[in-house]
Structures are given as C-alpha cells and as structure tokens.
C-alpha cells in the first residue's frame, strides 16, 4: 500500500513540476516577445548548419527585421516580407517567387519567427536554465509533417535568443545568431521586392 502511494506521490509531483515548467517556458516567451516587439527593428547575422543524415552544408546570413516584416539574405538568395507578401529571389535561376507564406514559410526563412508566433502554433516548456541562458523547446501544437520540434536558447538578461534547433522528420536545421542590433528606422518600402533593381529577374507569382 505505501508502495502504491509512493508511486502515486511520484505522478503527481511530476505532473505539477511539468505544468510548472511549461508556465516558465511561456512567462519567459512572452517576455522575449515583448521585448522584441519594444524595438524599431533588428538587425542580426547568422549561421546555418542544415544536416540530413550523414550530409552537412553550412552557410552564413543576415537578416533585417521591423514589427512583422523582414528582408533575408542568405548565399547570395534573398527574401522580402512585407507583413502579408513574401518575394523570394533566386540568384542562380534569376528569378523572383511571389507567395504568401505558410507558417513553415516564414520558420525556414526568418529565425526569429519563434519569438513572435510560438504562441499560436507551439507549446513551450523549459528544458534547462543553467548558466547564461534559458532553453526552451517548442512542440507544434498541431501534427506538423515537417517539425517535431524546436530548440531556442535565450540569454537570461536580456532575453534575446542565441541560438535554434529545428529538428524535422528526416533532417535538422541549428542556427546561431552571431550580432544583435537595435533601432535603426526603415522605410516600408525596404521590406519588398524593387523590380527596378532585378531588371532581367523572371517573375513567377505563386499566388
């Protein structure tokens, strides 16, 4: 009997430690976001490592971001995001796609997404708090065939993140932020595709 009752206590105390880790994660999240919503923009560079089985291709970065709009580029290949339309540019075909992105979208091509939209599509639950950062993992809340699951790190100070792991069904995505910088003010029209400047891009509206 008391047996059965240990066992009992040990369920019960693991419940309550995972509902209180999941209330951290999402107090911390939304404290991330309200910071990062607070500046005029972000300007960040970053590295990627995409492997997939035994194969790694690694690649360099910088993105620029104000409220919900950004400009990425990436190996030379760069993405506008207006709030509602995305153009992507794609320098070895020298063409231009026009889309509106899907979640999946917008997390292959800006990794800050996470910090403004975890809540809407992700649960969050604290994975560890030692040393410098918090790490937090972000499970879809809805069955996502191309996510199982994310890694944030972000700094306990200033609540900015450092890094990200994308882990997908047969392949994974690890992201570091090398700079973080703040409030330099953009013109909307910074954030979509000039056809003036990409005179011989073919244009492919995927609408």
Same mark, same amino acid.
């Given at each position: 009997m008391k047996l059965r009752h240990f066992a009992t206590l040990i369920i019960l105390f693991a419940c309550f430690a995972a509902n209180m880790a999941a209330q951290d994660a999402d107090k911390i999240m939304r404290t991330a976001s309200a910071k990062f919503k607070s500046y005029k923009s972000v300007e960040s560079n970053y590295t990627i490592v995409y492997t997939e089985g035994a194969k790694k291709?690694?690649?360099?970065?910088?993105? !620029? /971001? =104000?409220?919900? /709009?950004?400009?990425?580029?990436?190996?030379?290949? @760069?993405?506008?995001?207006?709030? *509602?339309?995305?153009?992507?540019?794609? *320098?070895e075909n020298e063409e231009v796609n026009i889309t509106e992105p899907s979640s999946?979208? /917008?997390?292959?091509?800006?990794?800050?997404?996470? !910090?403004?939209?975890?809540? =809407?599509?992700?649960?969050?639950?604290? =994975?560890?708090?030692?040393? *410098?950062?918090y790490d937090i993992k972000l499970t879809p809340k809805k069955a996502n065939e191309d996510v199982k699951y994310v890694i944030l790190q972000l700094t306990k100070d200033a609540y900015q993140p450092v890094s990200l792991s994308i882990? /997908? *069904?047969?392949? @994974?995505?690890?992201?570091?932020?090398?700079?973080? @910088?703040?409030g330099k003010a953009y013109k909307k029209s910074s954030f979509s595709f000039n056809k003036k400047k990409y005179p011989d891009a073919?244009?492919?509206d995927l609408r």
């Open positions: 291709r690694s690649a360099t970065g910088g993105i !620029i /971001m =104000q409220n919900n /709009m950004y400009v990425n580029l990436i190996e030379g290949n @760069k993405t506008w995001f207006n709030g *509602k339309t995305m153009w992507t540019y794609v *320098k999946n979208d /917008m997390l292959s091509n800006n990794p800050y997404f996470f !910090i403004n939209n975890y809540s =809407q599509e992700y649960n969050a639950s604290l =994975q560890s708090i030692g040393g *410098k950062t882990v /997908m *069904k047969n392949s @994974k995505m690890d992201i570091v932020l090398n700079s973080f @910088k703040t073919d244009i492919i």
